[in-house]
C-alpha cells in the first residue's frame, strides 16, 4: 500500500451513525484536524447530516457523501483512502458493496459487526480476492469482539508465560456490566432474525460454533453453550446466557484456526454471565435465562419483531453521554491447562461497553491496523492486531488486561 497515492489515512464511513459521532469525537480528542499526525475524513450519504456532525462533533475534516448501495460512489470512497472504517449497519443490509470496493482497491478495513452469517459470506466471497489485492479486512472490532478476543488471547500468552502451556480450556464470564442500546445495534439484531426467517438454513450456520473459521476448518469438538442456569466452578458463579456470546465464541474460534490451532484440536471456550454464588443468584440467573428465551422466541415471530421494534430505539439513538460515563464492564477469563494448572484473567473498559468505549476500541483498531504487517485477508483483532492493540487500548482507551 505504501505506493498508492491516497488523500487520507482513515475515512469514517456512517459518520452520521450514533457510534460514527463517537467515532468522530474520539478522532479529534485523540488526533486533532489538522491532518499532521493522521488525515482523516468522515464520508456519509447526506452532506446536512455531515455538516452537522462537523458542529456537534469538531471534525472539521473532509467529507465525502457516498451511499452505501452505490458500487461506483463506495469505490470512489475506497480509491481516496488507505483505510476505511465503517459504522454502517445493519452490514447485511448495507455492508456488502463496501467490502466488495475494498477488496478491489487493495486497501484496509475494520468495523463493528457482529453479524456472523454476514461475516462467513464476505470471508466465502472475497478471501481469495482480498489476498490477491493485498486488502485486509478486520471485522468485530468493537465490544463485539475485541474484550473476547483480545481476553482470550492475553489468558493464553499469560498462561505460556507463567504455567508453561496453553490453556487447553478457557470460560469468559461477564461479572459485571452497565450500558444502554443503539438503535443501530437492534436493527442488526432484528434484521439477523429476518433473515434467518426468510432463510431457515442459516440456523444451522449460526448455531455453529466454527461458522465463520476458515473454509475445511468449520467442525471441531462440541462447545460449551449456556442457555440454562449452570453453576461454573472456575468462575465460582451461577451462569446465564450471555447475548454476545453468538458472536464472540465464533470470532475466537477463527483466531485459533488461523493461528494453526495453538491452543490444541480440542480447545474449548463458551461464554456466560455471571450472577454470583447463593440461592438468590441461582434465581436471578434462572429469571434472565427465562426472559432471553422468550425475547428470542417472540423475535423470531415477524409480527412479534415489528412489535417489539416499537419500544426499542432508533437506528442513530442511543444512550446519552451520562450514561455512557456511568458504563463500563467487567469480564473474567478462568483457563485450565492440559495439566490442569489454572489462570484467572480480567479485562474491563470504563465507559458503556457498546458505545463510549467501543468508539475508543474501533479508533485505536483503525490506527493498529494501518500499522500492522499482516498480509492480505480477513483477519481477527487478536490475529492482525495483537499485543500492539492491547497496548494501545491500555494506554489510550480505558481498557485494562490483567492476570488476577
Same mark, same amino acid.
Given at each position: 500500500?505504501?505506493?498508492?497515492? $491516497?488523500?487520507?489515512?482513515?475515512?469514517?464511513?456512517?459518520?452520521?451513525?450514533?457510534?460514527?459521532?463517537?467515532?468522530?469525537?474520539?478522532?479529534?480528542?485523540?488526533?486533532?484536524?489538522?491532518?499532521?499526525?493522521?488525515?482523516?475524513?468522515?464520508?456519509?450519504?447526506?452532506?446536512?447530516?455531515?455538516?452537522?456532525?462537523?458542529?456537534?462533533?469538531?471534525?472539521?475534516?473532509?467529507?465525502?457523501?457516498?451511499?452505501?448501495?452505490?458500487?461506483?460512489?463506495?469505490?470512489?470512497?475506497?480509491?481516496?483512502?488507505?483505510?476505511?472504517?465503517?459504522?454502517?449497519?445493519?452490514?447485511?443490509? /448495507?455492508?456488502?458493496?463496501?467490502?466488495?470496493?475494498?477488496?478491489?482497491?487493495?486497501?484496509? /478495513?475494520?468495523?463493528? $459487526?457482529?453479524?456472523?452469517?454476514?461475516?462467513?459470506?464476505?470471508?466465502?466471497?472475497?478471501?481469495?480476492?482480498?489476498?490477491?489485492?493485498?486488502?485486509?479486512?478486520?471485522?468485530?472490532?468493537?465490544?463485539?469482539?475485541?474484550?473476547? %478476543?483480545?481476553?482470550?488471547?492475553?489468558?493464553?500468552?499469560?498462561?505460556?508465560?507463567?504455567?508453561?502451556?496453553?490453556?487447553?480450556? @478457557?470460560?469468559?464470564?461477564?461479572?459485571?456490566?452497565?450500558?444502554?442500546?443503539?438503535?443501530?445495534?437492534?436493527?442488526?439484531?432484528?434484521?439477523?432474525?429476518?433473515?434467518?426467517?426468510?432463510?431457515?438454513?442459516?440456523?444451522?450456520?449460526?448455531?455453529?460454533?466454527?461458522?465463520?473459521?476458515?473454509?475445511?476448518?468449520?467442525?471441531?469438538?462440541?462447545?460449551?453453550?449456556?442457555?440454562?442456569?449452570? /453453576?461454573?466452578?472456575?468462575?465460582?458463579?451461577?451462569?446465564?446466557?450471555?447475548?454476545?456470546?453468538?458472536?464472540?465464541?465464533?470470532?475466537?474460534?477463527?483466531?485459533?484456526?488461523?493461528?494453526?490451532?495453538?491452543?490444541?484440536?480440542?480447545? $474449548?471456550?463458551?461464554?456466560?454471565?455471571?450472577?454470583?454464588?447463593?440461592?438468590?443468584?441461582?434465581?436471578?440467573?434462572?429469571?434472565?435465562?427465562?426472559?432471553?428465551?422468550?425475547?428470542?422466541?417472540?423475535?423470531?415471530?415477524?409480527?412479534?419483531?415489528?412489535?417489539?421494534?416499537?419500544?426499542?430505539?432508533?437506528?442513530?439513538?442511543?444512550?446519552?453521554?451520562?450514561?455512557?460515563?456511568?458504563?463500563?464492564?467487567?469480564?473474567?477469563?478462568?483457563? $485450565?491447562?492440559?495439566?490442569? %494448572?489454572?489462570?484467572?484473567?480480567?479485562?474491563?473498559?470504563?465507559?458503556?461497553?457498546?458505545?463510549?468505549?467501543?468508539?475508543?476500541?474501533?479508533?485505536?483498531?483503525?490506527?493498529?491496523?494501518?500499522?500492522?504487517?499482516?498480509?492480505?485477508?480477513?483477519?481477527?483483532?487478536?490475529?492482525?492486531?495483537?499485543?500492539?492493540?492491547?497496548?494501545?487500548? @491500555?494506554?489510550?482507551?480505558?481498557?485494562?488486561?490483567?492476570?488476577?
Amino acid at each position: 500500500m505504501a505506493g498508492k497515492r $491516497t488523500k487520507h489515512d482513515i475515512v469514517i464511513f456512517g459518520a452520521t451513525s450514533f457510534v460514527g459521532q463517537l467515532l468522530c469525537k474520539y478522532m479529534v480528542d485523540r488526533h486533532g484536524v489538522d491532518g499532521k499526525i493522521v488525515s482523516w475524513a468522515i464520508a456519509g450519504r447526506n452532506a446536512q447530516k455531515l455538516e452537522a456532525i462537523v458542529e456537534s462533533t469538531g471534525a472539521d475534516v473532509p467529507r465525502i457523501v457516498a451511499d452505501a448501495r452505490d458500487p461506483d460512489a463506495v469505490a470512489g470512497l475506497c480509491a481516496s483512502t488507505k483505510l476505511v472504517v465503517s459504522t454502517v449497519g445493519p452490514y447485511a443490509l /448495507y455492508g456488502s458493496k463496501l467490502i466488495a470496493a475494498v477488496v478491489e482497491a487493495g486497501i484496509d /478495513y475494520c468495523d463493528l $459487526t457482529g453479524e456472523p452469517q454476514w461475516m462467513r459470506r464476505m470471508i466465502d466471497r472475497y478471501q481469495v480476492r482480498s489476498i490477491e489485492t493485498g486488502a485486509r479486512i478486520v471485522h468485530a472490532c468493537g465490544f463485539d469482539s475485541i474484550p473476547s %478476543d483480545l481476553g482470550v488471547w492475553h489468558t493464553q500468552q499469560e498462561a505460556i508465560e507463567q504455567l508453561g502451556e496453553p490453556c487447553v480450556s @478457557i470460560s469468559m464470564g461477564v461479572k459485571a456490566m452497565r450500558g444502554g442500546a443503539s438503535g443501530g445495534t437492534v436493527a442488526s439484531m432484528m434484521n439477523m432474525m429476518e433473515e434467518v426467517s426468510a432463510d431457515p438454513s442459516l440456523r444451522h450456520v449460526l448455531s455453529n460454533p466454527y461458522a465463520i473459521a476458515p473454509k475445511g476448518d468449520r467442525t471441531g469438538p462440541d462447545q460449551p453453550n449456556v442457555t440454562l442456569p449452570q /453453576y461454573d466452578e472456575g468462575l465460582d458463579s451461577w451462569l446465564a446466557p450471555f447475548v454476545m456470546a453468538g458472536t464472540n465464541t465464533r470470532v475466537v474460534f477463527r483466531t485459533h484456526a488461523l493461528l494453526d490451532h495453538p491452543w490444541g484440536d480440542d480447545f $474449548t471456550y463458551g461464554e456466560a454471565m455471571m450472577m454470583g454464588e447463593g440461592f438468590g443468584a441461582r434465581a436471578k440467573a434462572m429469571s434472565l435465562s427465562g426472559a432471553m428465551g422468550l425475547v428470542a422466541g417472540a423475535a423470531a415471530l415477524s409480527p412479534m419483531r415489528k412489535m417489539i421494534g416499537h419500544f426499542l430505539p432508533e437506528p442513530g439513538e442511543g444512550p446519552s453521554l451520562a450514561a455512557q460515563e456511568q458504563g463500563f464492564f467487567d469480564i473474567r477469563f478462568h483457563g $485450565t491447562t492440559a495439566s490442569g %494448572d489454572e489462570i484467572m484473567t480480567k479485562v474491563t473498559g470504563d465507559l458503556d461497553p457498546g458505545y463510549g468505549s467501543t468508539s475508543k476500541m474501533l479508533g485505536e483498531s483503525a490506527f493498529t491496523l494501518l500499522e500492522s504487517e499482516v498480509t492480505g485477508g480477513f483477519w481477527t483483532p487478536a490475529t492482525a492486531l495483537g499485543d500492539d492493540l492491547i497496548s494501545r487500548l @491500555i494506554e489510550h482507551a480505558g481498557l485494562t488486561f490483567e492476570v488476577l
